[in-house]
């Protein structure tokens, strides 16, 4: 199976930061890459496809990037609707994994 | 509007069986690949099993391999997932998946969207 992890687990940040979180598959995804935010109570919510396709609604204040091994979420200003965790999720191979999350925190 | 609720979740004993349900609407339910994800609450999140658009292809973790089926029935734009032998590893709240693609396989799978889950524990 394809490992997926995630650095760092979590973060503090301010509104208006940068903030970049990684992701790093054990072979390569292509660019077969999620990403998702999730809020407690809530259901995941897709952000990013393909690595780097924002999903139509999603504020483009978020980014990604990345390819075969190595990819990175990025948000250019956090904003209080931000603090959430994210995962990343390879479908490359199945079975299809996710990382371990990175929770972003004020 | 896309709307997927699951049923069937429980309190079930070591070694029994439970079947999930999932209604979809707001979509073509026939032109898209489903899937069941699982989280513990508070853990991160497992893929569970996949089906394609026509429910000929299947795809499941390793775990689950043999003991869980995943099925779909069109007409009533329903996914299910029938999970027997449960083990206390199969604990978690399982959701209902929406693919924007139609298949299972390697490529390009946005889970788009998503159900509320139905909770399952296992116990004696």
């Known amino acids: 199976d394809i490992q997926m992890t995630q650095s760092p687990s979590s973060l503090s940040a301010s509104v208006g930061d940068r903030v970049t979180i990684n992701c790093r598959a054990s072979?390569?995804?292509?660019?077969?890459l999620n990403w998702y935010q999730q809020k407690p109570g809530e259901a995941p919510k897709l952000l990013i496809y393909?690595?780097?396709t924002l999903r139509s609604g999603v504020p483009p204040r978020f980014s990604g990037s990345g390819f075969e091994t190595e990819f990175s979420l990025t948000i250019k200003s956090l904003q209080p609707e931000d603090y959430a965790t994210y995962f990343c999720q390879q479908t490359y191979n199945t079975p299809w994994t996710f990382g371990q999350g990175t929770k972003v925190e004020i | 509007e896309v709307q997927l609720l699951e049923s069937g979740g429980g309190l079930v004993q070591p070694g029994r069986s439970l079947r999930l349900s999932c209604v979809a609407s707001g979509f073509t339910f026939d032109d898209f690949a489903m899937h069941w994800v699982r989280q513990v609450p508070g853990k991160g999140l497992e893929w569970v099993a996949g089906?394609?658009?026509?429910?000929?292809?299947?795809a499941y973790v390793d775990s689950v391999k043999g003991r869980f089926t995943i099925s779909r029935d069109n007409a009533k734009k329903s996914l299910y997932l029938q999970m027997n032998s449960l083990t206390t590893e199969d604990m978690g709240l399982y959701y209902c998946?929406?693919?924007?693609?139609?298949?299972?396989?390697?490529?390009?799978?946005?889970?788009?969207?998503w159900g509320q889950g139905t909770l399952v524990t296992v116990s004696s």
């Open positions: 072979e390569t995804t292509r660019s077969y």
């Open positions: 393909a690595a780097s």
């Open positions: 089906i394609n658009w026509n429910g000929v292809s299947e």
């Open positions: 998946v929406k693919d924007q693609s139609n298949g299972v396989f390697s490529g390009v799978h946005p889970l788009d969207y």
